[in-house]
């Protein structure tokens, strides 16, 4: 049995961004793996690391889709523990149809059974890369997981509905989507990372995938707001400022009824 994780690079959420031409401009900002995706990853090697040695579950492969710079964070998901990564290189800009094509493909041909991605991209702040692998390798899907245990074939867990959470059953193989609250992801240790280095990072081309970009960007822009710097004075009188704030927040900034 393999476990496949998604990663993706994306900027540090501290970091600074700017639009330059028309497009965000990345250089000089600090990139980072997906927090999303790390909890994909540690949940996938912890249970390969409970694993019963020499049994069924025999490696963590960690696949990113994207520029040459991914390497690092693969590199940095081999650091961690990953057994080897796949990173399909490509400046294309995919949507997540495009992407999960690729990533549907590439756990068809590893013969993996359960298949982890984050469930929120930081980039992209969309939830559909994990439904739409689901959907093209036509398996069940767990979305938003925050306890997982894995004996043998069977996953047992819970994670977020509309009404509180919901614990299940399932069986795999599955594709799993995680959040804040799965995991405390490890960090690489200097021995770990100077082990990555000798470990497999295999390169593919986009082509081999069959996948177009049929997304376009036609324009970026880093929205900003400015503070009204409004001050409640009502001189003492409690209820007064009460109904003077109440007034704001209802009729000007509309953020309540």
């Not at 994780?5 to 250089?27: C, F, H, K, W, Y």
């Not at 019963?52 to 520029?67: K, M, N, S």
């Not at 925050?146 to 819970?158: E, H």
Request: charged share 30%.
């Amino acid at each position: 049995m393999k476990i496949l994780t998604v990663i993706r690079q994306v900027p540090d959420a501290e970091a600074t961004v700017r639009i330059q031409n028309g497009a965000l401009s990345l250089e000089g900002t600090k990139l980072v793996m997906d927090t999303m995706d790390e909890y994909g990853l540690e949940e996938g090697l912890r249970f390969r690391d409970k694993a019963a040695p020499g049994g069924d579950l025999t490696e963590v492969i960690a696949v990113a889709v994207g520029p040459k710079r991914n390497e690092e964070a693969l590199r940095a998901a081999l650091a961690m523990g990953a057994d080897r990564a796949i990173h399909v290189e490509t400046d294309a800009v995919l949507d997540a149809i495009a992407l999960s094509k690729v990533i549907a493909e590439i756990a068809e041909t590893e013969g993996v059974e359960l298949v982890f991605c984050g469930g929120q991209e930081a980039d992209w702040d969309s939830h559909a890369l994990g439904p739409a692998v689901a959907e093209r390798l036509q398996w069940p899907q767990l979305t938003w997981t925050n306890q997982l245990a894995l004996d043998g074939k069977t996953l047992t867990g819970q994670h977020d509905v509309d009404d509180g959470n919901e614990r299940f059953t399932a069986n795999l193989p599955m594709v799993v989507t995680t959040q804040q609250g799965l995991n405390d992801p490890r960090y690489a240790t200097l021995p770990n990372i100077m082990k990555a280095k000798k470990k497999e990072l295999r390169k593919d081309t986009l082509e081999k995938y069959g996948a177009a970009a049929k997304l376009k960007t036609v324009a970026a822009e880093i929205q900003t707001k400015e503070r009204l710097r409004k001050i409640v004075q009502a001189k003492g009188d409690a209820a007064a400022a009460a109904a003077q704030l109440v007034d704001l927040l209802r009729n000007e900034a509309k953020v309540i009824a």
